[in-house]
């Protein structure tokens, strides 16, 4: 019996974990460090209920980090507290993605993964697209007054309605969010995947337990170690998340050889964890607004525009005010994750450079005007002050440990998440994606899972 154990069970971990429990042949461990609810009956109602979005400043079940970034911390990990938004990166992301990472990863390897994933409910019959997959799919009908007035004002603007923002012509134009949604219930990788895999005997969560370091024995990954001690394994995978994944590889030795020395962590394998990572920066265009927010998901529409996506929030952030975020999508700068300490209670640094490019910067200018024209307003002046003053994060970090060949300097695992010059040792997560990918993560972390977890058990 081979032992597999894997690291965190947010949206990756509970797709590998449902995936390689289907083996008879291989225990499963999965080690996560905040709750899990050991059945859906005791997730707590907030988790279920789409439009709740619970990583206030009061909640429990987040990683908080500098800058408002936050991650879930619970079994589904963000993604049982996200938004819902589960759209597919256009066919470009792809190409970029597999000429760095070889034909694995084109447009047309990735698809089918995409369609037997999903349960359309809308267009599970189009080319394209799946029917009776585990991850439900539908899109709003009765809208916010809010939403339904943005869908006006892009319809006077001159942009077309797209039916299906994940049709895989894809093009731009505002449409309806697919989103993951069941009978009116959030539905997570928790509860699409590791729920219904719970009952196998050869399939163990344990919750509340953050791993703080790989054991390593030479080159080869042997176990992990957490704060009640030690636990072996023959086959180690990271899905910690973008944050922590490449924080537990650099205390583990696995990382920037100038960084591990400065913090005193033995050198095992230098590797650029951390040195490059991107985010989608997300500018806030608000304005007054004296009518109550109505409860519904947090994005019933976007509109796209080739590397930008508006979103017109439907909740208010701030009493009063409503907002549309303009996000960048593709953007030039990148940013890095370091460590200040090997103390595993000492957050991850991360500089995100959101501004540095021109090109961004002009962009999201661009962006919050096209807004501001939409909504018959006047900002003034857009200049780099203002955009500073209203930067945010889209909560969409990825890339600290690359996916590409041995010899891309800038790569940590290969095209299968193993990590370069480690044995045993498997990261698969949204980390790993080594380009900018034009819409929410989510389901790009679902399916690049299910391709390495598909691999894994054959
Ligand atoms: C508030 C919010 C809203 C979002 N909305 C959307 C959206 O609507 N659509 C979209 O496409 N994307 C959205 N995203 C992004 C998306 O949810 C994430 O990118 C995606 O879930 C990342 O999956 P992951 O598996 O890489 O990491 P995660 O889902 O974050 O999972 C990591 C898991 O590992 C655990 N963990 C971390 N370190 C350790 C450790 N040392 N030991 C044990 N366990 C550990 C964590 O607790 C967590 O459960 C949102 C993100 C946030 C935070």
Known sequence: MTSTLIVGAGSAGCVLAARLSTDPARSVHVFEAGPAFPTMGQLPYELLDPTSLPVGPESRLVW??????????????????????????????????????????????????????????????????????????????????????????????????????NAPTGSDGFGRVPLTVSNGLRSGPAVTHLYPAMHRPNLTITGDTTVTRLLLRGNRVIGVEWAGGRTYADQIVVCAGAIESAALLIRSGIGPEAQLRSLGIEVVQPAPVGAWCTDHPEIGVEFPDDQPAEPAVPLEYVLEIDDLELRPYTRMFTPGLRRIGVALMHPESSGE?????????????????????????????????????????????????????????????SGTCRMGAADDERAVVDELGRVHGIEALTVADLSIVPVPLRRGPQATTVMLATAIADHMVV
């Open 64 to 165: 908080r980090y500098p800058g408002n970034l936050v991650r879930g911390k619970l079994i589904g990990g963000s993604g049982a507290i996200n938004g819902s938004y589960f759209i597919r990166p256009p066919a470009a992301d792809f190409a970029a993605w597999s000429s760095v990472a070889g034909p694995r990863w084109s447009f047309e390897a990735v698809l089918p993964v995409f369609c037997d994933l999903e349960d359309d409910r809308d267009f599970g019959w189009a080319p394209g697209h799946g029917a009776g997959g585990p991850i439900p799919i539908s899109r709003t009908r009765d809208f916010t007054t809010f939403s339904a007035e943005f869908a006006q004002q892009c319809t006077a603007a001159g942009f077309p309605e797209i039916p299906d923002l």
């Open 337 to 397: 994750l370091t460590l200040a300490s090997a103390d595993p209670r000492v957050p991850a640094r991360i500089d995100h450079r959101y501004l540095h490019s021109d090109r961004d910067r002009a962009r999201l200018r661009e962006g919050a005007a096209l807004t501001a024209d939409l909504l018959g307003r006047r900002i003034d002046p857009i200049d780099d002050a203002w955009l500073h003053t209203n930067l945010g994060t889209s909560q969409h970090l």
